[in-house]
T-cell receptor, first 117, second 117 residues
Framework: ETGVTQSPTHLIKTRGQQVTLRCSSQSGHNTVSWYQQALGQGPQFIFQYYREEENGRGNFPPRFSGLQFPNYSSELNVNALELDDSALYLC????????????????FGSGTRLTVV | AQSVTQLGSHVSVSEGALVLLRCNYSSSVPPYLFWYVQYPNQGLQLLLKYTTGATLVKGINGFEAEFKKSETSFHLTKPSAHMSDAAEYFCAVSDRELTGGGNKLTFGTGTQLKVEL
């Protein structure tokens, strides 16, 4: 059973640039969520994708966008980077199953450390 | 809306002493509850989770937590602390089902555990 893998592990970008972070879900998981963890804080929910559609979003502006692919891998895109976007970005995969769409498991990747200068 | 309160941003114990990290939650629906551990510059590792059934949950590394609905608590304990337990611990709550807003994890602000000789 493979875990959740994220790439790259570290990234340095300049303010105003765009960045794409990637996540490969755990085998068998069909739902992916992205979280932002600023230094010294708990992770904050950015958005979630289920069946390739966004299914829930936190308090993040539209310049944070995402994609989920048929193989359940995912991307997080951030446009017009700001200094406050510097954080650890975590991807988590889970399994949504059944008519009530019950959620099972939340497995996190090791994260991508983004530094905006 | 769900929320998590972790009492004590920093907890210090002696090696071999009892570890008690406190977590209270608020949820309008039956929740899933989680404890995660994060070592410096790493992602989140699941310690244990409560979904249904037995309210005393055993996790990895000797940790356990008890779900007390009447107290809306999910405190984390370990009988005897080890130096390797020093890390940041996050309590989190989630909906059971993938609702329109997504079954996101809502995290507490974390408790930094220090283990002293």
């Amino acid at each position: 059973e493979t875990g959740v893998t994220q790439s790259p592990t570290h990234l340095i970008k300049t303010r105003g640039q765009q960045v794409t972070l990637r996540c490969s879900s755990q085998s068998g998981h069909n739902t992916v969520s992205w979280y932002q963890q600023a230094l010294g804080q708990g992770p904050q929910f950015i958005f979630q994708y289920y069946r390739e559609e966004e299914n829930g979003r936190g308090n993040f502006p539209p310049r944070f966008s995402g994609l989920q692919f048929p193989n359940y891998s995912s991307e997080l895109n951030v446009n017009a980077l700001e200094l406050d976007d510097s954080a650890l970005y975590l991807c988590a995969s889970s399994l949504t199953s059944g008519t009530r769409k019950t959620a099972y498991g939340y497995t996190f990747g090791s994260g991508t450390r983004l530094t905006v200068v | 809306a769900q929320s998590v309160t972790q009492l004590g941003s920093h907890v210090s114990v002696s090696e071999g002493a009892l570890v008690l990290l406190r977590c209270n939650y608020s949820s309008s629906v039956p929740p899933y509850l989680f404890w995660y551990v994060q070592y410096p510059n790493q992602g989140l590792q699941l310690l244990l989770k409560y979904t249904t059934g037995a309210t005393l949950v055993k996790g990895i590394n000797g940790f356990e937590a008890e779900f007390k609905k009447s107290e809306t608590s999910f405190h984390l304990t370990k009988p005897s602390a080890h130096m390797s337990d020093a890390a940041e611990y996050f309590c989190a709550v989630s909906d059971r089902e993938l609702t329109g807003g997504g079954n996101k994890l809502t995290f507490g602000t974390g408790t930094q555990l220090k283990v002293e000789l």
